[in-house]
């Protein structure tokens, strides 16, 4: 049991929607990371959030989105919804601090949503 | 970009140890992390090696040589409840981390 919530835990859109994906980071943890894991494969890093600001992104379009709040908790956007982006998505938090090099990192996950685009 | 390779499936048998081996063609990492992952559930962190060298925890142990670009996560004693799917992963600044694609782990009476 990592902290970490993530709701809903199932949600099927169709395709051109909009959804809106939450979690509730770890109680201290000020940093929270989006991931998308296709069947099969790793996760891939969507976005981090950190104080409520986005630092740092990968390989993903605009229309991907997200926001952190002053309690930490996070959520995720997606607009225009395609049918690749079914997946599982994940959320991962951790504690962190500005100008101080991670020495050992660890990400605490959510079990995800599993998003099904019709 | 970022590239880690693990084999796509091992098979071993209880009691027996298991390594999964992890390639990659990345720098400027801070160091490389192993999760385990459940059908169903979410990653869990097993063992990170900042250092090149043997990390040992538990049955787990990890390593890593930056000069080969290559690392592996040992299971010893496996049990039956070790099934599941293995990432390696590395970390840059503020836990931005890369996975590669897993490796299943079946375990066998």
């Known amino acids: 049991e990592t902290g970490v919530t993530q709701s809903p835990t199932h949600l099927i859109k169709t395709r051109g929607q909009q959804v809106t994906l939450r979690c509730s980071s770890q109680?201290?943890?000020?940093?929270v990371s989006w991931y998308q894991q296709a069947l099969g494969q790793g996760p891939q890093f969507i976005f981090q959030y950190y104080r409520e600001e986005e630092n740092g992104r990968g390989n993903f379009p605009p229309r991907f989105s997200g926001l952190q709040f002053p309690n930490y908790s996070s959520e995720l956007n997606v607009n225009a919804l395609e049918l690749d982006d079914s997946a599982l998505y994940l959320c991962?938090?951790?504690?962190?601090?500005?100008?101080?090099?991670?020495?050992?990192?660890?990400?605490?996950f959510g079990a995800g949503t599993r998003l099904s685009v019709l | 970009g970022q590239s880690l390779e693990q084999p796509s499936e091992v098979t071993a048998v209880e009691g027996a140890i298991v390594q999964i081996n992890c390639t990659y063609q990345?720098?400027?990492?801070?160091?490389l992390s192993w999760y385990q992952q459940h059908d169903g559930g979410a990653p869990t962190f097993l063992s990170y090696n900042a250092l090149d060298g043997l990390e040992e925890t538990g049955r787990f142990s990890s390593f890593l040589s930056r000069s080969d670009s290559y690392g592996y996560l040992l299971l010893q004693e496996l049990q039956m409840k070790d099934s599941a799917s293995y990432f390696c992963a590395v970390g840059y600044n503020f836990n931005k981390f890369y996975f590669g694609s897993g490796t299943k782990l079946n375990v066998k009476p």
């Open positions: 991962a938090s951790s504690s962190l601090f500005k100008g101080q090099q991670t020495k050992k990192n660890i990400q605490y």
């Open positions: 109680s201290g943890h000020n940093t």
């Open positions: 990345t720098s400027g990492f801070y160091g």
